[in-house]
């Protein structure tokens, strides 16, 4: 496959920062029920690759990914996306950059149930008023194994090919980077399998930066980094994982 999402001069070199936090700080109420869900976090994301966030529960993952994606707003610290500070956005600008710049895969799906598979992949370009490009749109569906399925309504297809098409949805628009929230954790081994192959494709075949949450050390070995949080910090990190190295870090942490 030929067609990529992000063009070599729009990416820029191999290390250049598709997202980023700078001593990101999340707290949730006051007093004596005060949270710190996030603790001066600083990371970066480098384009064209594929970063899985793991920890136990609790430990501030689900937070950072949305305060990441301009779902959650910051108690203190930056969040970029490329060169834009999203702290310094207005709520209409914050709407833009989700819709034209990133990309969601979430367990929940979410789907409109009433649309069909296709009005669901495009309808993010429909609001937003931009036909979407006719071959990257093939090149996705082809991909994705959903091309006899687009007249079909969510009800009408399995949980996997619900994902699919989430996913479908996510690379349309040619996001800079996508983001997913326990993608997977709605799905059996066999439809697991099949997303995290779409997600990793995304990565080496579209140029495209991908992040997710996961709780599962399988998942997480489809990623070339994965990131472990603990207390809302970062504690550790690891390339090239496997499962079983995933796992046995994670149970190192969960023993702390």
């Known amino acids: 496959m030929t067609a990529h999402a992000v063009d070599t001069d729009a990416a820029g070199s191999a290390s250049a ?28 994301f480098a384009r064209g690759e594929f970063t899985a966030i793991m920890g136990p529960s609790g430990s501030g993952k689900s937070t950072l990914m949305h305060c ?11 969040v970029r996306i490329g060169d834009t ?20 895969v979430f367990q929940a799906f979410n789907l409109v149930p009433t649309l069909t ?3 669901n992949i495009t309808l993010p370009l429909d609001i937003a008023g931009r036909p979407p490009e006719a071959e990257w749109l093939a090149t996705v569906l082809k991909r994705l194994g959903l091309e006899d399925r687009l007249g079909h309504r969510p009800s009408e297809l399995s949980g996997g090919q619900q994902q ?16 997913g929230d326990e993608p997977t954790g709605n799905l059996d081994s066999r439809s697991s399998g099949e997303v995290l192959s779409i ?4 990565v080496d075949e579209f140029g495209q930066t991908v992040v997710i949450v996961t709780h599962e050390p399988a998942a997480a070995a489809y990623a070339d980094r ?15 994982p496997t499962a ?11 023993a702390r």
Do not use: H, W
């Open 17 to 44: 920062v598709a997202a980023g936090a700078l001593e990101l700080t999340k707290v949730y109420g006051s007093g004596e029920t005060r949270v710190t869900a996030l603790d001066a976090v600083s990371v970066d």
């Open 68 to 78: 990441l994606a301009g779902l959650d707003s910051a108690s203190a610290g930056q």
């Open 85 to 104: 500070e999203l702290t310094d956005l207005s709520d209409k600008e914050m709407t833009a950059l989700r819709r034209d710049r990133i990309g969601f």
């Open 117 to 119: 598979a296709l009005e």
């Open 164 to 179: 699919r098409v989430a996913c479908a949805r996510a690379l349309a628009g040619k996001p800079e980077i996508i983001f």
């Open 199 to 202: 997600l990793r494709a995304a």
């Open 226 to 240: 994965v990131i472990f949080l603990a207390d809302g910090r970062i504690v550790d990190e690891m390339r090239d």
């Open 244 to 254: 079983d190295t995933v796992l046995d870090r994670m149970k190192a942490l969960e």
